[in-house]
T-cell receptor, first 110, second 110 residues
Framework: GQQVMQIPQYQHVQEGEDFTTYCNSS?????IQWYKQRPGGHPVFLIQ?????EVKKQKRLTFQFGEAKKNSSLHITATQTTDVGTYFC??????????FGTGTLLAVQP | ETGVTQTPRHLVMGMTNKKSLKCEQH?????MYWYKQSAKKPLELMFV???????ENNSVPSRFSPECPNSSHLFLHLHTLQPEDSALYLC?????????FGPGTRLTVL
């Protein structure tokens, strides 16, 4: 079946540095979603990408969907301590289900 | 508040106990989900209900039994659990798109 690998598993940055997490699939994805989970919290939806090559921005966050729709990235410019958490990608399968990647835990040192 | 509530928020149970987790969504969504989140593991999809019918069961042990009496309520009945079942159990709902997660139930099996 489809597998989505997310890298890195963990990233520690100094506040103000940039951060990127990648999702890579072995097969073409119909869409991809990104979620953020704060420590002790629950996943919260950030964005959904559907089109090949799509790029969307939310303030300091930039989301990309690859041309072949097999990979996606989330880039954070000038990280802040409020960015701490685990970032998950997820792709939509049949019957409304969503398959999540392994997640990237971001730690930001002030 | 995401419109998805879960009770209890914390649960400690012995291996011979029977307990139930409850999830309620106030968003009018037609699909509901149970996920298991263990330390250092990705979110594991357990069950999917769409229009109150179970449409996905990811080979979850029979000691976990879901129930969806209507589109707003979802239960997870637990019996004779094992210590390795200790985890955060998350409920989510969706309407063919982003998923809204509840705060989760932190379960500890002694």
């Amino acid at each position: 079946g489809q597998q989505v690998m997310q890298i890195p598993q963990y990233q520690h940055v100094q506040e103000g540095e940039d951060f990127t997490t990648y999702c890579n699939s072995s097969t073409t994805l119909s869409n991809i979603q990104w979620y953020k989970q704060r420590p002790g919290g629950h996943p919260v939806f950030l964005i959904q990408l559907v089109k090949s090559g799509e790029v969307k921005k939310q303030k300091r966050l930039t989301f990309q969907f690859g041309e072949a729709k097999k990979n996606s990235s989330l880039h954070i410019t000038a990280t802040q301590t409020t960015d701490v958490g685990t970032y998950f990608c997820g792709y939509g399968g049949a019957t409304n289900k969503l398959i999540f990647g392994t997640g990237t835990l971001l730690a930001v040192q002030p | 508040e995401t419109g998805v509530t879960q009770t209890p928020r914390h649960l400690v149970m012995g291996m011979t106990n029977k307990k139930s987790l409850k999830c309620e969504q106030h968003l009018g969504h037609n699909a509901m989900y149970w996920y298991k989140q263990s330390a250092k593991k990705p979110l594991e999809l357990m069950f999917v209900y769409s229009l109150e019918e179970r449409v996905e069961n990811n080979s979850v042990p029979s000691r976990f039994s879901p129930e969806c009496p209507n589109s707003s309520h979802l239960f997870l009945h637990l019996h004779t659990l094992q210590p390795e079942d200790s985890a955060l159990y998350l409920c989510a709902s969706s309407q063919a798109g982003e998923q809204f997660f509840g705060p989760g139930t932190r379960l500890t099996v002694l």
